[in-house]
């Protein structure tokens, strides 16, 4: 200090030590050995030093006066004495000494290193205790060398890595685990201030700093991860993370502003910290110094990777990397090189371990873990809407929240280049992991920092990739990594490019992964979108575009896995439909006002309004959900609901059986108890996943025996049970079975529950929906209507509280002449119509309701209002209704006309009263019949013009077609309500003459005026309607000759589109329903040349799935269809013997036999080919050689399709028959002989065959590998990979085709004066060929999702009885002694489950109609027609498959090439030897002729009078 005074001017100095203050104490601090100063007198002193020195100013004060005290203040009396407060006392003045003598301390090193002792390790921890009695100086000593910077001294000091090492561990230690005291009193937030100021002084002037303290000030941020450790991203649900802190630790704060305050010096401590750790561990891998190719990496682990401990290490040091990054990103600099050089290792450990640090990183994810999912709450209401603010999570922490303060993508560019490079790597675990880090960095915008929109695209298509790619822990990932965006997120970053429906898009490609071969990707996927769209339904129900655009076609995508037909599918749809879309406790009970919405999401939601209805709210979700789906959706909907009422029946009979099983005790007969358990047990199996398990469950769940389940199983499957009371039983179910000895039993009894219970169509329900039908509010009304339509027609019995309402509405709104009735009051006629078949005593029937139904009779609009009014007001079936009907008969015979007021509405009426009051009508059909002849079908009244439409919609159809349909349903109706058979059948002639020349004239009956073409086409398709609806009466079908079979037959080939498929879609809903007899199955193959693809598509899933339920139930009907088909194709208008015409016909049989033939009925199929040489046609016994022309070709191409599929040929040893109309014996054996003996196929036709086989393969071949790359469920691999029919080869043929004149057969019969100005009809060749001539029109294949378009087609069949109830033999009637037959009747006791699985299926199989009143034959709301008394039908004795039996592939329907065969060697000519090989043996053939008896009383109740 003296050579400093040396610098100024002499006169300046004197002033100086003239201003000079010197210590003015001078008590004695010190003692000697045996004297010490009381302790309280020291205190005294100290406290009175302390006081004077807090006085002084540094550049007043005499340094020199102060050398005696700093030398007593240092000695080791003070410094070690036992009382904390002279202890306390001593460092106050010392740092004051320290202050006033800077920058030269005045002590010794040795006693520098005393006194920096006391600060460290015993003041300074003592502000840990803010109560303390001295914790003033303690503060005190804290600020005075934070202020002054006194502490760098510390670095003076010998061994001083020892002291700071202590000082900071202490500050950390201290601030995080002790901040508060014994009494609780909380640090003061200066004495923090402070500390962190000490730190980054030392940190900042300190020349380095020794590894150990950079220890600890790393180890502060790993104060962040949760205990135990950071969890694994896939656990982080949110429900670990409530024991994270809200705030970040006090000590966490700390290091995070030592490192941000110095980053520069922490920057290059950090670096050489992470060297040590990373370099030295993943410098064992190889290749760290360079970027590998993509393609470089494998799976291979390598032998010189890190050992576990130091992969331990590695691991921990990329943790603190992650919460460095969220703390303080500019101290990495130097770090992130070397991580992204670990991204090129050959080890995939230390790859993995980069990709998922850099992917936190960018994503601003610390040592937390990531933030917890977002809740998508389906059963939340009010539900979430767009602009709501995104609450916080209830398990939310500052440290798991994402944040990244700077850019990564900016900042460390080439870094990120090469993670966006690790999408492609070979190995799974680092895409899965890449997958996950891509989820997290697009739904947290990288850390809040932001994206580019090149960057964000860029992610968002690399996570629909993955949700495609090969390996399933990659797409699972991709699922999860969606489930981590909120709902906005989804709407605004996902589906920015499109929704659900656009191809392409996350969402569609999330859709998919709903048919994933993996059950758990397949949970995951359909879970989140079922959820996504609960979440959205509040938007899209009022409209918000977005989330229309995003989310409105989920419920379609998941109702079409229906058509999958695979149980676990159908287990998961029911689960997601009533878990997630519409789930049981949605909406929740009613909370008080101003209580916090059950979703959470938005303080300001509005508070529940008094006018709260459970019901009406879950309805309306309901007919949102309906309102949203697509027509196969749709379809797949009202299947669910068809089959409820059948398997609650099911159901409470297992529950009949189980309380007669008595847990294992039963009282009675022991033995039928039990097997009848077993029976009803093993048809449940059917319908479930894991044959032996549910059969496991549901006999433990019979010896549990419990009752109250018993009675909950009731309460749930009973249409009286209110919504509430049947999801009270539910829950209490549930419950009770979580708590039995087997809770697993609840797999599969919760199945049982979602398919019994009244869930959708419930009674609480039913008054919302008929309200929204009638008002149309927010758009629901369509789906309100079709709703009630189902309900009408599944359970009618829904109706009963609501019948008394429904008929004082149709008395309200009835007609008059004057006043038309309400278009909502079609469909609640229809519902009483439904009704009225099932209790039609309940409705009530005083004067004013039958009035209101003549009025609806004569004015109802549109016409369907009069028959559904005349089904409700015949009913009864009393002489009272016969009165009425006499009544409105009268009524409309008066003055009725063609020119007369509501013409139509009184002939519907009249329609529908010849099918259920023939005796009323009797009187009057002279009359009826001249108006519907001669006034309506025989004239013309509106003019053809070629510019008219081939086709119109229903509701463009003007009133003369609208006639017409009606007037033809009337002569139809009128054969069809007699009640005397022969008269019947004699009446029949000229109605079928009427038909057939409709058919015939292509629609055309009047002789001197064309008829409009779209009218035409309505009469073909209702003609062919009626045909078959004629032929699901037995009598009528007796008289069904073989040429009108043919000629109903190719209507399949109508040259109107819309045509073909109503008429295809009516004969496969006849067939499913068993209405039909096999015969009828023959039609279905003309549809070989379909134009329309989707639709081809639909009827080739359709005939599979039909050939395998024949299979599957040991009856040969798809089977014998060969011999019809071979003479339905000898009779083609287009046969010839050319060879182009002959691969046309080659194709209908290809057609055949890709979808029916197997491995296994390959040699029955091929004997019936055969057996048709052996006889003459019985139709054209001149042209019997067409018939062995296309045997051969049958022949020829069987044994082709089995050399192409390596199959076995194993001869039939059964028999086999023919239909005796089709066939007749030959005269003699010679004739037989000579015709086996003789080739009728042309020459050239063999190379033309081979070219349309291999066609076939080729699109087989394309097809595998394009399911391969889609990673379809292995299941329908087996399936696709199998060819169907060749594809429509482009030939010089096709040309010819189209100028080849029209066959002669099929030519139009020669008209009078007419056919020369009448429009010609379309040549016969064209017409047959429907669009031959289009290049879509042939057999193209189908990807995997057309593949299963329809649902569970084909389960039922039709069986007729004897008197006695016996089945009778099941082939065609008409079979002679051609045929073999031989039968195999089921026993009667199966006869309830038998008919239960028919009335279950039944509904689910048939294709869905068209509603429409005229381009159908009305099934669904006809009453029946009166028949003569007839036994009622007995068990069909149809037997089932098990579905224990895994699906083998070469019993999967139409798909017989999957199994190589063993027999891969056989040579071709070996296999077209004469000489057979020794036949398999089979099981007797269960084909067998059927009884003509019809069961007239057993027709469906929605299927007889349309």
């Not at 992204?340 to 080890?347: P, W």
């Not at 071969?517 to 979440?535: D, F, H, N, Q, Y």
């Not at 040349?1089 to 359709?1102: A, I």
């Not at 290049?1335 to 087609?1353: F, T």
Request: charged share 30%; with cysteine; glycine share 4%.
């Amino acid at each position: 200090m003296a050579r400093r005074r040396d610098e100024v001017p002499e006169e300046e100095d004197q002033e100086m030590e003239e201003e000079l203050v010197t210590l003015q104490f001078d008590e004695p601090l010190s003692w000697r050995a045996g004297k010490p100063i009381a302790t309280g007198e020291l205190l005294r002193r100290l406290e009175k030093l302390s006081k004077e020195l807090v006085d002084m100013d540094q550049e007043t004060v005499d340094k020199d006066s102060l050398t005696h005290v700093a030398k007593e203040l240092a000695s080791p009396n003070l410094l070690a004495h036992r009382e904390a407060g002279v202890k306390a006392f001593t460092a106050a003045c010392l740092v004051d000494i320290l202050k006033l003598c800077a920058p030269e301390a005045p002590f010794t090193p040795k006693q520098l290193k005393e006194i920096f002792s006391l600060f460290v390790k015993t003041i300074l921890p003592a502000l840990w205790d803010p109560s303390n009695a001295y914790n003033t100086q303690h503060k005190y000593v804290l600020t005075s060398l934070a202020e002054v910077k006194s502490i760098l001294l510390i670095n003076e000091v010998t061994n001083a890595e020892e002291l700071l090492l202590h000082l900071f561990s202490s500050f950390f230690d201290g601030i995080s685990g002790s901040s508060k005291a014994a009494s609780g009193e909380q640090v003061a937030k200066d004495v923090e201030f402070h500390m962190t100021d000490i730190l980054v002084t030392l940190v900042e002037e300190s020349p380095s700093l020794p590894p150990p303290v950079l220890d600890v000030i790393m180890a502060q941020f790993l104060r962040a991860a949760p205990p135990g450790g950071r969890k694994e991203k896939a656990d982080a649900n949110g429900k670990q993370t409530t024991l994270l802190p809200k705030e970040e630790p006090e000590a966490y704060v700390m290091a995070k502003t030592v490192c941000n305050s110095c980053p520069e010096k922490m920057a290059r401590y950090v670096g050489q910290y992470f060297s040590e750790v990373i370099m030295d561990v993943s410098g064992n891998s190889g290749h760290v110094n360079g970027h590998r190719d993509d393609n470089d990496s494998d799976d291979d682990d390598g032998t010189t990777g890190p050992s576990d401990s130091e992969f331990k290490e590695l691991r921990k040091a990329h943790q603190l990397l992650r919460e460095l990054w969220r703390a303080a990103p500019t101290v990495l600099p130097n770090v992130i090189p070397q991580v992204d050089a670990e991204l090129s290792a050959d080890n995939i450990q230390l790859r993995l371990l980069a990709t998922e640090t850099l992917g936190d990183m960018i994503a601003g994810i610390g040592a937390a873990g990531p933030p917890p999912s977002p809740e998508l709450d389906p059963a939340a209401y009010p539900p979430l809407k767009l602009s709501d603010e995104i609450p916080d999570h209830p398990a939310m922490s500052i440290l798991t929240t994402p944040i990244s303060p700077l850019s990564f993508t900016q900042t460390h560019s080439q870094a990120f280049h090469n993670f966006v490079g690790r999408k492609n790597d070979k190995s799974p675990l680092i895409r899965t992991a890449w997958t996950t880090a891509v989820g997290y960095i697009v739904s947290t915008s990288a850390g809040g920092i932001g994206l580019s929109r090149e960057d964000e695209s860029a992610f968002v298509n690399g996570l629909r990739d993955k949700l495609n790619d090969n390996d399933e822990k990659v797409r699972l990932a991709a699922v999860k990594a969606i489930e981590t965006f909120s709902f906005r997120d989804i709407v605004t970053k996902l589906a920015a490019v499109g929704g659900v429906n656009k191809e392409g898009s996350v969402l569609f490609t999330l859709a998919d992964r709903c048919r994933d071969k993996r059950p758990s990707i397949r949970v995951e996927a359909m879970a989140l979108l079922g959820k996504l769209w609960a979440v959205g339904s509040g938007e899209l129900a009022a409209g918000q575009e977005s989330v229309i655009s995003a989310l409105a076609g989920i419920p379609s995508r998941i109702f079409n896995t229906f058509y999958a037909n695979d149980p676990e599918l159908n287990v998961l749809l029911e689960r997601v439909v009533f878990e997630c879309l519409i789930p049981l406790s949605f909406p929740p009970p009613p909370k008080a006002k101003g209580s916090k919405p059950s979703n959470g999401n938005s303080q300001s939601q509005p508070a529940v309004d008094p006018g709260y209805d459970q019901d009406r709210i879950r309805a309306e979700r309901i007919l949102l959900l309906v309102r949203d789906l697509d027509n196969n959706a749709r379809r797949a909907f009202n299947a669910l609901q068809a089959r409820q009422p059948q398997f609650s029946k099911v159901f409470e009979n297992l529950v009949r059986q189980c309380d007669a099983f008595n847990g294992g005790n039963p009282e009675g007969n022991a033995d039928r108890i039990n097997q009848n358990l077993k029976k009803t047990i093993q048809y449940l199996c059917q319908f479930l996943p894991d044959a032996v398990k549910v059969e496991a469950d549901l006999h433990n769940f019979a010896n549990w025996h419990d009752r109250r389940c018993y009675q909950l199983i009731r309460f749930v499957v009973s249409a009286e049970s209110d919504f509430k009371t049947m999801h009270r039983a539910v829950k209490e179910f549930v419950k009770r079975i979580q708590g039995s000895p087997k809770p697993h039993m609840l797999e599969t009894l919760l199945p049982l529950i979602y398919r019994s219970a009244y869930i959708v169509l419930n009674k609480s329900h039913l008054s919302t929906y008929m309200d929204c039908s009638k008002s149309d509010k927010d758009g629901l009304g369509a789906a309100a209507q079709e709703i009630t339509t189902e309900i009408s027609q599944n359970n009618p019995d829904l109706f009963k509280t609501h019948v008394g309402q429904l008929c004082k509405d149709l008395v309200d709104g009835a007609p008059t002449a004057d006043k038309p009735n309400e278009a909502a009051m079609v469909e609640t006629l229809r519902a009483c119509s439904s009704y009225s078949k099932k209790y039609p005593k309940e409705l009530p029937d005083d004067r004013k309701f039958t009035q209101a139904l003549i009025g609806y009779s004569l004015h109802g609009e549109p016409a369907k209002a009069a028959k559904y009014a005349v089904n409700v007001m015949m009913a009864r079936k009393d002489d009272k209704s016969m009165v009425s009907a006499t009544d409105l008969l009268q009524r409309i015979l008066k003055g009725w006309n063609y020119e007369s007021p509501h013409f139509l509405t009184k002939l519907a009426a009249i329609s529908q009263l010849e099918l259920l009051a023939s005796k009323v009508t009797a009187d009057a059909n002279e009359k009826i019949n001249e108006t519907t002849l001669e006034v309506v079908l025989f004239k013309v009244r509106t003019d053809a013009k070629e510019s008219d439409p081939e086709w119109v919609a229903d509701s463009e159809l003007d009133e003369e077609g609208q006639v017409k349909c009606w007037a033809l349903k009337l002569v139809i109706n009128r054969l069809r309500g007699m009640q005397d058979l022969e008269e019947a059948k004699e009446l029949a002639k000229p109605v079928f003459k009427l038909l057939r020349n409709i058919l015939k004239q292509s629609g055309e009956l009047c002789k001197i005026k064309d008829t409009p073409k779209y009218h035409k086409a309505r009469l073909r398709l209702l003609a062919g309607q009626l045909f078959l609806k004629l032929c699901t009466l037995k009598h009528f079908e007796e008289i069904f000759s073989h040429s009108d079979y043919n000629q109903l037959a190719f209507l399949t080939q109508d040259p109107t589109a819309m045509v073909r498929r109503l008429f295809v879609e009516k004969l496969q809903k006849y067939l499913v329903q068993n209405k039909l007899r096999p015969r009828f199955y023959t039609m279905i193959f003309l549809t070989a040349f379909e134009p329309d693809v989707s639709f081809k598509n639909q009827v080739e899933t359709w005939i599979r799935s039909r050939a395998r339920f024949f299979r599957d139930a040991k009856q040969n009907v798809m089977e014998a269809t060969m011999g019809r088909l071979i003479s339905l194709l000898a009779h083609h208008p287009d046969y010839s013997t050319e060879v182009d015409d002959l691969i046309d016909h080659a194709r209908y049989l290809l057609y055949y036999i890709s979808n029916v033939t197997t491995e296994a009925n390959f040699g029955m199929i091929f004997k019936y080919a055969e057996r048709v040489k052996q006889t003459r046609d019985g139709i054209t016994p001149a042209e019997s050689e067409r018939l062995y022309v296309v045997s051969d070709l049958a022949q020829n191409l069987l044994r082709r399709w089995q050399e192409k599929r390596n199959w076995i040929f194993q001869a039939y040893a059964g028999k086999v028959g023919l239909p005796m109309g089709l066939y007749t014996a030959l005269p003699s054996h010679d004739v037989a002989q000579e015709i086996a003996a003789k080739q009728y196929l042309p020459e050239g036709l063999e190379s033309q065959l081979d070219d349309l086989l291999r066609s076939v393969d080729k699109k087989k071949k394309r097809r595998t590998a394009d399911e391969r790359a889609e990673g379809q469920p292995a299941q329908k691999k087996v399936r696709t990979t199998v060819p169907k029919a060749s594809t429509k080869v482009k030939t010089p043929k096709a040309a010819k085709a189209s100028k080849r004149p029209a066959v002669k057969p099929m030519k139009t019969s020669s008209r009078s004066k007419k056919a020369s100005s009448s429009s010609p009809a379309q040549d016969s060749a064209d017409r047959r060929r429907s669009g031959r001539s289009k290049k879509n029109s042939s057999y193209i294949e189908r990807d995997s999702s057309e593949d299963d378009e329809d649902m569970l087609e084909g389960v039922a069949e039709w069986d007729y009885y004897d008197d006695d109830g016996n089945r009778m033999r099941e082939d065609d009637a008409d079979s002679s002694e051609l045929s073999e037959p031989e039968d195999d009747p089921a026993p009667a006791d199966e006869k309830d489950e038998v008919e239960a699985e028919a009335e279950v299926e039944a509904e689910a199989e048939a294709p869905e109609e068209r509603e429409s009143e005229l381009s159908d034959v009305e099934e669904d709301e006809e009453e029946e027609a009166p028949a003569p008394p007839a036994s009622p039908p007995k068990s069909n004795g149809r037997k089932r498959r098990a579905a224990t039996s895994p699906p083998k592939a070469k019993t999967l329907p139409s798909r017989p090439a999957v199994k190589p065969s063993a027999a891969k060697g056989k040579s071709s000519a070996a296999s077209k030897a004469k000489t057979k090989p020794p036949p398999k043996a089979r099981a007797a053939s269960t084909r067998s002729t059927r009884s003509r008896r019809a069961a007239l009383e057993d027709q469906d109740e929605d299927g007889n009078s349309e």
